[in-house]
């Protein structure tokens, strides 16, 4: 079992900047890929990035591609989700999630993942 908690979220300006971290607890993390997805009012659940367990392998949904950035730090049981450059249409509840994966292995499906967060609110106004 894992359990899993996003913090960082919060209000900032179009422009911006905010840092989501996942710390993980339960199972040795450094087994899991990670992921983040995020939720919008009236909008189904959305990929927004992922990493394997190694960290050398990542992606991006193209909607954030060039502003945000997925990392880990397997010492400190955290996954990251840097977002730059934020824009109102990146307003939403942002979930993290695990799943036990191979080392290099990423993956993007929200129904492959086992393990889900709470959420943390991000809210950019314009």
């Known amino acids: 079992q894992v359990q899993l908690v996003e913090s960082g979220g919060g209000l900032v300006q179009a422009g911006g900047s905010l840092r989501l971290s996942c710390t993980a607890s339960?199972?040795?993390?450094?087994?899991?890929?990670m992921g983040w997805f995020r939720q919008a009012p009236g909008k189904e659940r959305e990929f927004v990035a992922a990493i394997s367990w190694s960290g050398g392998s990542t992606r991006h949904a193209d909607s954030v591609k060039g502003r945000f950035t997925i990392s880990r730090d397997n010492a400190k049981n955290t996954a990251y989700l840097q977002m730059n450059s934020l824009k109102p249409e990146d307003t939403a509840v942002y979930y993290c999630?695990?799943?036990?994966?191979?080392?290099?292995?990423?993956?993007?499906?929200?129904?492959?993942?086992?393990?889900w967060g709470q959420g943390t609110q991000v809210t950019v106004s314009s």
């Open positions: 999630a695990a799943v036990e994966a191979g080392t290099n292995t990423v993956v993007a499906g929200g129904g492959l993942y086992d393990y």
């Open positions: 339960g199972r040795t993390f450094s087994t899991y890929a």
